[in-house]
């Protein structure tokens, strides 16, 4: 455990010059995590899923400080849970006891207080500050059952606090629905000023975007390789479209295809070394299987017709991707061992940028409905077609979550186009980017190895 | 002795590194074709390099330019060699018979020019997605390029490069300004 947070410190040094700090998980107590998500058994793909409510007081200050950080702390969680989509942050303005008063231990809390605000659950967290030292201690109670569910002690710098927020933030998302969160990734897209398009990063809730290329030139489609160690990238740096990739850890960005012609639409195979891209050097847009250093391994799709737009399936077998051999764009999907192709979609005229969920259940594209681009989710089997996004501008380029429950994408909703992001049933849609210029091209990170 | 020539060997080496990392430092980035869309970016500035303004006499001979009246009668239809665009209908890419009309002149002029180098461009409009529309670019620029080799031209000059929807020369969300981006662009490069 220590020496993954390492990596994970090693990560963020490199980019924000943060010294190192090591953000050592003490204790773990009370891991009733299993049994805990059986009986809640959240499950927010249902129509009748409603955010559970829960009420997150300032941090408690254990050593006297300024109460700012107490605040921040308080507001950074409700935050991160508030967009999880799952949770339902209550209005501190409502709470009855100055949050410095309320009790740490579950003896101490006013259990029936919480559940008359309409709290299903409480975080306590509490702090101190010691130099430039940080103890933060997050703790979770079940508030119907008077109870912690989970607790959680971090130290380290105290610079380091947002990243300690955001993994209890995770915690709590693990305990109760079994599987963590993703507020330790990253989502890459593509900025336009003027007639340059420039690749950047940043945080899963939009903060600190990082600028990847600055070529004032052409990039477009960034892609991450499933352990968030690579960036993949389309530059017209060198005149030609070529793909490039950056390594995360080094910072250094090197050449993966430059072969003749056009070398467009990256996407790294999950868990191996390996990408599809389309290149046009034997004549036509096909799709190819290539190593990371270029090498070509294998001709996945190939015909007289337009081979664009991969997107693999979580266990690499299959590849969804974009043919216009029946006229127009459509959604196939390939088998890769077998070289079966099937037709996805047939409902519309323009269906393009397949992404495949992280559990393998969907397939999201963009599809045109009502003279516009909108986002759809379908079954790899082809049922279940279902349009999520409606009469709102141009909605493009889908990309999952890596706990699949949100998508980012692309809208003109409210002006140029910018990257959002919204729950898998269409609702709670906000608005992510918020430089300058517009937004597009989105590539969710998966998360951090741990 | 020997080993005095191999320090001399070795010396020449590291000079030779030097001189063309040195080149390739100060290389210039080279200019988009086709930005402006209309020609101007690549023709008829003064001393651009590679442009008309920087050559000399060599190059227009090697060209087949031998007097001043075949210099203006070479820019007059260079003009028109790159301004002149191919249309294609929204996703397609197959030739109308006026886009044919079209490439037959710039065919003609590659036959009277044989040593010109040329990137043809394939553009798309706003509608369709990024990848996709790289693609149908692609597809358009390929489809000028099948068909001058067809003519029996030889095609080793020219060069092909899609923008997808990125470079659009009308910046309107009208099919006035659609039907402008669905284009080959032909740009010279001397």
Request: aromatic share 10%; charged share 20%.
């Amino acid at each position: 455990m220590i020496r993954l947070r390492k990596g994970f410190c090693r990560m963020f040094s490199g980019k924000n010059s943060v010294a190192a700090v090591v953000l050592a998980v003490l204790c773990l107590c009370m891991a009733t995590t299993g049994a805990f998500a059986q009986t809640f058994n959240i499950d927010i793909t249902k129509p009748s899923f409603q955010r559970i409510p829960i009420a997150i007081p300032d941090f408690k200050y254990m050593a006297p400080e300024g109460t700012q950080l107490a605040r921040d702390m308080g507001n950074t969680l409700s935050s991160d849970l508030d967009f999880s989509g799952i949770f339902r942050p209550l209005d501190p303005k409502g709470f009855l006891e100055n949050p410095q008063a309320i009790g740490l231990n579950a003896p101490e809390i006013k259990f029936p207080d919480w559940k008359r605000l309409g709290a299903d659950f409480l975080v306590r967290g509490s702090y101190q500050v010691n130099g430039s030292q940080l103890r933060m201690e997050g703790r979770l109670f079940d508030v119907v059952g008077g109870r912690m569910v989970k607790g959680k002690v971090y130290e380290g710098d105290v610079r380091n606090w947002r990243s300690m927020v955001h993994d209890f933030a995770d915690e709590i998302l693990l305990a109760l629905t079994g599987e963590r969160g993703v507020f330790d990734t990253k989502i890459a897209y593509v900025q336009s000023t003027g007639s340059a398009k420039e690749i950047f990063y940043c945080d899963f809730d939009g903060n600190n975007p990082v600028q990847v290329t600055r070529d004032n030139n052409l990039a477009l489609s960034p892609a991450w390789s499933s352990d968030q160690g690579q960036l993949a990238f389309v530059s017209y740096r060198d005149g030609a479209p070529k793909v490039y990739a950056l390594n995360m850890r080094s910072g250094a960005q090197s050449l993966i295809c430059g072969y003749p012609g056009m070398n467009i639409s990256p996407a790294w195979r999950p868990g191996r070394n390996e990408l599809a891209v389309t290149l046009n050097k034997d004549g036509n847009p096909d799709i190819f299987l290539i190593s990371s250093t270029g090498q070509i391994l294998q001709k996945l799709v190939h015909g007289w017709s337009i081979n664009v737009s991969p997107g693999w399936s979580p266990d690499g077998r299959k590849l969804a991707y974009v043919s216009n051999e029946s006229g127009n764009p459509q959604i196939y999907v390939l088998d890769v061992g077998s070289g079966q192709k099937k037709r996805l979609t047939f409902s519309g005229k323009y269906n393009t940028a397949p992404c495949w969920s992280p559990k393998g259940d969907w397939i999201a594209y963009s599809g045109t409905a009502g003279g516009t681009h909108n986002v759809f989710i379908i079954r790899p089997d082809g049922s279940d077609n279902r349009q999520i996004t409606n009469g709102e501008g141009s909605n493009e380029s889908p990309a999952w979550s890596p706990d699949g429950r949100m998508l980012a994408f692309s809208s003109t909703r409210q002006g140029g186009p910018a990257i959002w992001i919204m729950l898998t049933n269409g609702t709670g849609a906000r608005k992510l980017t918020r430089q300058g210029g517009s937004q597009e091209l989105p590539d969710w990170s998966p998360r951090m190895n741990r | 002795m020997r080993r005095n020539l191999l320090n001399v060997f070795t010396f020449f080496l590291m000079f030779i590194l030097i001189f063309a990392l040195g080149a390739c430092s100060k290389k210039p980035v080279p200019a988009q074709p086709g930005f402006g869309g209309d020609g101007s970016a690549s023709f008829g500035g003064s001393g651009t390099p590679g442009g008309p303004g920087g050559m000399d006499d060599a190059r227009w001979r090697e060209l087949g330019i031998n007097s001043e009246a075949e210099k203006r009668e070479f820019l007059e239809r260079a003009k028109a060699f790159e301004n002149q665009d191919i249309y294609y209908d929204y996703d397609g890419y197959t030739l109308s018979d006026p886009a044919k009309r079209v490439l037959d002149e710039k065919i003609a002029f590659l036959k009277r020019y044989a040593k010109v180098r040329v990137t043809v461009e394939g553009h798309c409009d706003e509608r369709g997605t990024t990848e996709y529309n790289l693609a149908l670019g692609e597809r358009r620029a390929n489809s000028c390029l099948q068909y001058i080799k067809n003519s029996g031209l030889q095609t080793e000059k020219l060069t092909s490069i899609s923008y997808g929807k990125e470079r659009p020369i009308a910046t309107g969300h009208d099919e006035a300004s659609w039907a402008k981006n669905r284009r080959a662009h032909f740009v010279l490069n001397y």
